[in-house]
């Protein structure tokens, strides 16, 4: 199956003289059967950016998010907005996990964060969006997957300490960000793998992606690895355990951060790319 990539929203802008970078995440996905918006970036940069590549946000099938935060879902209400008059009028499906809406903090600066979707539920309805909130794996198309939460099986891979959530206790405590799901398609020349940000832990992810499809060629592995803010402990052994899939190329971005990037580039050799706004992937 032809696949096609573009990323739209990422940190890093080299040489697209008139895209926009953000902190944040966005994937133009194009398969036989139609055309996919995983994730929104924050906001400033969507609708900038989808026009400068050429692409039509009014065309798409449905919309995909990786999880609830910001970075990832702050341009869902412009692209609600932009897509209004194409072959989903009536209604935009919107494929995500039932913790959407639910609100965290980042506790990285002094002041408290709220990282959660910042416009409402009932706002972005009236908008278009239809949400199809659900928990587990699914088929959105034929061949093409979202994992829905993923298991968590791994001993090091704890993630980011500093983002946080309401307990059940009522404080603020590490939010496991269970939300956190992966696109994957199948190609037919392998698994096409677009990460979000990877709160569940990349190895965890590729895991439990090989357990649902029973394959285990990865053509391609891109995306946030979120091996940026994380202890070295979990860096290098996640680094170490990424060696032992059959990966054709990966390619890092966003929450991945320069300083593990520029190490896993070293790692990957020639199987190493960036994501950066702009960069297309086909397989
Ligand atoms: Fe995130
Ligand atoms: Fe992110």
């Given at each position: 199956?032809g696949?096609?990539?573009?990323?739209l929203?990422?940190?890093a802008v080299y040489?697209?003289?008139?895209a926009?970078?953000e902190h944040?995440?966005?994937?133009?996905?194009?398969t036989?059967?139609?055309?996919?918006?995983f994730?929104?970036?924050?906001?400033?940069?969507l609708?900038?950016?989808?026009?400068?590549?050429?692409?039509?946000?009014?065309?798409?099938n449905?919309?995909?998010?990786?999880?609830h935060?910001?970075?990832h879902?702050?341009?869902?209400?412009?692209?609600?907005?932009a897509?209004?008059g194409g072959?989903?009028?009536?209604g935009?499906?919107?494929?995500?996990?039932p913790?959407?809406?639910?609100?965290?903090?980042?506790?990285?600066?002094?002041?408290?964060r709220?990282?959660?979707?910042?416009?409402?539920?009932?706002?972005l309805?009236v908008?278009?969006?239809?949400?199809?909130l659900?928990?587990?794996?699914?088929?959105?198309?034929?061949?093409v997957?979202?994992?829905?939460?993923?298991?968590r099986?791994?001993?090091?891979?704890?993630g980011?300490?500093?983002?946080k959530?309401?307990?059940?206790?009522g404080?603020?405590?590490?939010d496991?960000?269970?939300?956190?799901q992966t696109?994957?398609?199948?190609?037919g020349?392998?698994?096409?793998?677009?990460?979000?940000c990877?709160?569940?832990?990349?190895?965890?992810?590729?895991?439990?992606?090989t357990?649902?499809t029973?394959?285990?060629?990865?053509?391609?592995?891109?995306g946030?690895?979120?091996l940026?803010?994380?202890e070295?402990?979990q860096?290098?052994?996640?680094?170490?355990?990424?060696?032992?899939?059959?990966i054709g190329?990966?390619?890092v971005?966003?929450c991945?951060?320069?300083r593990?990037a520029?190490r896993?580039?070293?790692?990957?050799?020639?199987?190493?790319f960036?994501?950066?706004?702009?960069?297309?992937?086909e397989?």
């Amino acid at each position: 199956m032809g696949v096609k990539t573009t990323v739209l929203c990422e940190n890093a802008v080299y040489g697209n003289i008139g895209a926009i970078g953000e902190h944040g995440w966005s994937v133009w996905l194009e398969t036989p059967r139609g055309e996919y918006l995983f994730d929104t970036g924050q906001g400033k940069g969507l609708l900038n950016n989808a026009a400068f590549f050429g692409k039509d946000l009014a065309a798409v099938n449905g919309v995909l998010l990786s999880h609830h935060h910001s970075d990832h879902t702050g341009g869902l209400l412009d692209a609600m907005k932009a897509m209004r008059g194409g072959p989903s009028e009536g209604g935009v499906p919107v494929h995500a996990h039932p913790d959407l809406f639910k609100d965290s903090f980042s506790t990285k600066s002094e002041k408290l964060r709220h990282i959660g979707v910042p416009h409402t539920r009932s706002l972005l309805e009236v908008e278009g969006a239809d949400f199809r909130l659900e928990t587990g794996w699914r088929e959105i198309e034929e061949g093409v997957y979202m994992t829905g939460e993923v298991p968590r099986r791994t001993s090091y891979e704890i993630g980011d300490q500093e983002l946080k959530h309401y307990g059940e206790a009522g404080g603020l405590v590490v939010d496991p960000i269970r939300d956190d799901q992966t696109v994957v398609i199948d190609t037919g020349e392998g698994l096409f793998v677009v990460l979000g940000c990877s709160h569940a832990g990349v190895v965890n992810i590729l895991t439990y992606i090989t357990e649902k499809t029973g394959k285990s060629r990865f053509h391609t592995v891109m995306g946030g690895t979120h091996l940026g803010p994380v202890e070295e402990d979990q860096i290098a052994r996640s680094i170490a355990a990424l060696h032992e899939f059959d990966i054709g190329r990966i390619g890092v971005s966003h929450c991945t951060g320069q300083r593990t990037a520029a190490r896993m580039a070293g790692e990957f050799g020639d199987r190493f790319f960036f994501c950066s706004v702009g960069t297309v992937v086909e397989a």
